[in-house]
């Protein structure tokens, strides 16, 4: 639990830091280099990760075999809402929609850098209280 309470902390500062990118596009540039919907779509996205790196994590405190599945699965569900999303904002008519795409794809690059940066982590943390434990295993023996 504690750990899960960890990554969260982890995606509100990230949003955070985010946001203040964000509001400094918003409010001391005078011309505006992110599209208008730049705040929904943070929002968006941080929901997005919170949904992802629940799943991911699922497949973390399971069995090996399964992580596999548990991480494509939310590989495809991040692909199938975004692709929603942009098709959706698009579609109804959204003004300057290059731009829209644009705005859209740094977030969401953005978000995955540090979705993978924050499951490599748990991986070579993982990875090396396993080899503690093997070594501490052999050590007795």
Same mark, same amino acid.
């Given at each position: 639990?504690?750990?899960?309470?960890?990554?969260?902390?982890?995606?509100?500062?990230?949003?955070?830091?985010? &946001?203040?990118?964000? &509001?400094?596009?918003?409010?001391?540039?005078?011309?505006?280099?992110?599209?208008?919907?730049?705040?929904?779509?943070?929002?968006?996205? &941080?929901?997005?990760?919170?949904?992802?790196?629940?799943?991911?994590?699922?497949?973390?405190?399971?069995?090996?075999?399964?992580?596999?599945?548990?991480?494509?699965?939310?590989?495809?569900?991040?692909?199938?809402?975004?692709?929603?999303?942009?098709?959706?904002?698009?579609?109804?008519?959204?003004?300057?929609?290059?731009?829209?795409?644009?705005?859209?794809?740094?977030?969401?690059?953005?978000?995955?850098?540090?979705?993978?940066?924050?499951?490599?982590?748990?991986?070579?943390?993982?990875?090396? &209280?396993?080899?503690?434990?093997?070594?501490?295993?052999?050590?007795?023996?």
């Amino acid at each position: 639990m504690k750990n899960k309470k960890f990554g969260v902390y982890h995606l509100l500062i990230f949003t955070l830091i985010l &946001a203040s990118f964000l &509001a400094i596009d918003e409010f001391l540039l005078f011309n505006k280099i992110l599209h208008e919907y730049k705040w929904y779509l943070l929002l968006f996205f &941080a929901l997005q990760s919170l949904l992802t790196t629940y799943i991911v994590s699922q497949g973390l405190n399971r069995d090996v075999r399964v992580f596999q599945g548990f991480f494509f699965g939310s590989m495809l569900l991040r692909m199938f809402l975004s692709i929603g999303v942009v098709f959706y904002v698009v579609y109804q008519g959204v003004i300057y929609p290059l731009w829209f795409v644009v705005t859209f794809f740094v977030l969401y690059f953005c978000f995955v850098s540090f979705e993978i940066y924050g499951l490599l982590v748990k991986l070579r943390l993982k990875n090396t &209280a396993e080899d503690g434990n093997n070594q501490h295993s052999y050590e007795n023996t």
